[in-house]
């Protein structure tokens, strides 16, 4: 899908071949591969993720994802708009809003087995037609399942992390307190090296962890929770780039609009122009 398209449909469900996905791409969707077979690794911008099927992998809108397979990946993707289902609005309906989407310490993947995957596969099927016939109601139908799909997701993701969202038990002490650290300080501070000091460790013992359990550097979770909050703003506000940009931290704000850029494949206000065409103006009455 082409980010710059406003007519994309707002729900597609359709087979996956990842022999087609080996050049990173983008969409502005919520996109779900449910992979039924294959192994490998899967690129989601700058970070690998080894995987080995069945699986099912969550991208954020804007995304940029690149499959390199030791055995060719094949299954179902689900792409969806927030003109479709927004989940930030049915947060509390589903619970995946910071679970499968919008998680930025977390990896992407969530492990199944098989009686799971037939579970989803049948969603996903009953999902494709629905598509196909139009029948009546068929938007009520689609909804309810999508609905049921993302909570048994969630529910199955927050299982695999531990009893608080976070797997804390299996993660080091300084890595809490980094992830408390970066939630109150990422508007003001970029540098890990100046985390690093706040905890009373050294930049490199810090960088090893969190490359080992976040999965990323530390300047890409710190980059990744500075624009979470800068995209909320463009999408749900009017507030100008530049005051978007000095509330995340930068003065500059063509610098502020070069990182976004890089994380998002267009600019601040490329980004918020389309959304807001494709949604028709409903996120900024939120």
């Known amino acids: 899908m082409n980010p710059s398209d406003a007519t994309l449909p707002s729900l597609a ?23 039924e077979r294959g192994s490998g690794t899967v690129r989601v911008d700058h970070t690998m993720h080894d995987f080995a099927a069945p699986v099912l992998l ?24 927030a003109n479709f289902f927004c989940i930030e609005t049915h947060h509390h309906a589903v619970g995946c809003n910071g679970v499968l989407f919008n998680e930025v310490y977390d990896v992407p993947l969530v492990k199944l087995d098989a009686g799971l995957l037939l579970q989803f596969g049948r969603l996903m099927e009953e999902m494709d037609a629905e598509l196909r016939q139009q029948a009546v109601a068929h938007m009520e139908v689609l909804v309810s399942c999508l609905k049921i799909l993302l909570i048994k997701a969630t529910r199955l993701k927050l299982e695999q992390q531990g009893s608080d969202g976070l797997a804390a038990t299996k993660r080091p002490e300084v890595l809490r307190r980094f992830r408390e650290l970066l939630e109150t300080r990422y ?100």
Not at 13 to 35: A, D, I, N, Y
Not at 58 to 81: D, E, I
């Open 187 to 286: 508007q003001t501070l970029h540098s890990p090296s100046e985390y690093a000091r706040l905890l009373g460790t050294s930049p490199k013992i810090l960088a090893r962890l969190a490359k080992t359990h976040f999965h990323k550097t530390l300047a890409e979770i710190i980059r990744d929770r500075v624009m979470k909050h800068a995209k909320w703003q463009l999408l749900h506000t009017l507030k100008p780039v530049k005051q978007v940009a000095h509330e995340v931290g930068f003065d500059d704000e063509f610098y502020f609009s070069r990182l976004f850029k890089r994380s998002f494949g267009c600019s601040p206000a490329a980004f918020r122009e389309q959304e807001t065409a494709i949604r028709g103006g409903s996120n900024l009455s939120m």
């Open 13 to 35: 469900v359709r087979r996956f071949s990842s022999t087609g996905v080996s050049k990173p791409v983008r969409s502005p969707c919520f996109t779900l591969f449910l992979l």
């Open 58 to 81: 969550c991208l954020n809108p804007y995304q940029r994802v690149a499959f390199a397979t030791k055995r060719a990946a094949s299954g179902w993707m689900l792409q969806f708009h």
